[in-house]
């Protein structure tokens, strides 16, 4: 069974530019999380997604935007970039079992 | 605000040294406590879940126990491959589909 597939895997950006990444969950899994991932922060919460609709969302500006598809496949969008966003985005798919989250490797970006 | 906090930051063993994890926590009514594992350039591995204080559960060499206020992973005679950031999470109790706060994991070096 195929896991969480996230591209691209690498990016560079300047600043000011916008970012989209992408996520193709685990069949059958519906619920799909985005999450920051930074050496001085760990793993912050983004948003999560179940049928196409965001169920909950962390604390991040406005920049910071998602959606489901009705694949469950998902997005995640940055506009403005800043150098403080360079970070590892992770992906996770679940099928709804408290916790327990299948995450993807990874894309890093960095922000120039 | 949910916090989660791992100790130490760092914890270099001899293969075949035992030891522990802690993860001391404050939130808002659990609703689970979460290991997860993650090796270098991967997402993190999902290793268990507590639900309630005294709560035990045993993969392998790596045992996960519950109280009140922290957790604690217990690596029994650890193996080089046991090498790994080892990330604490917890999911509160207040309703809706919360993500999960992380702690910013030990890294746990095993020499042979």
């Known amino acids: 069974k195929a896991g969480v597939t996230q591209t691209p895997r690498y990016l560079i950006k300047t600043r000011g530019q916008q970012v989209t990444l992408s996520c193709s969950p685990i069949?059958?899994?519906?619920?799909v999380s985005w999450y920051q991932q930074t050496p001085g922060q760990g793993l912050q919460f983004l948003f999560e997604?179940?049928?196409?609709?965001?169920?909950n969302k962390g604390n991040f500006p406005g920049r910071f935007s998602g959606r489901q598809f009705s694949n469950s496949r998902s997005e995640m969008n940055v506009s403005t970039l800043e150098l403080g966003d360079s970070a590892l985005y992770l992906c996770?798919?679940?099928?709804?079992?408290?916790?327990?989250?299948?995450f993807g490797e990874g894309s890093r970006l960095t922000v120039l | 605000e949910d916090q989660v906090t791992q100790s130490p930051e760092a914890l270099r063993l001899q293969e075949g040294e035992s030891s522990s994890l802690n993860c001391s926590y404050t939130?808002?009514?659990?609703?689970?406590l979460f290991w997860y594992r993650q090796d270098p350039g991967k997402g993190p591995e999902f290793l268990f879940t507590?639900?309630?204080a005294g709560e035990e559960k045993e993969k392998e060499r790596l045992k996960a126990t519950l109280t009140k206020k922290e957790s604690f992973l217990h690596i029994t005679a650890p193996k080089p491959e046991d090498s790994a950031t080892y990330l604490c999470?917890?999911?509160?109790?207040?309703?809706?589909?919360?993500?999960?706060?992380f702690g910013k994991g030990t890294h746990l070096i095993i020499q042979p």
């Open positions: 996770a798919s679940s099928l709804g079992v408290l916790g327990e989250l299948f």
């Open positions: 069949s059958g899994h519906r619920s």
């Open positions: 997604y179940f049928s196409e609709t965001q169920r």
């Open positions: 939130v808002s009514g659990l609703r689970g």
């Open positions: 507590l639900y309630s």
């Open positions: 999470a917890v999911q509160a109790g207040r309703g809706g589909a919360d993500g999960l706060t």
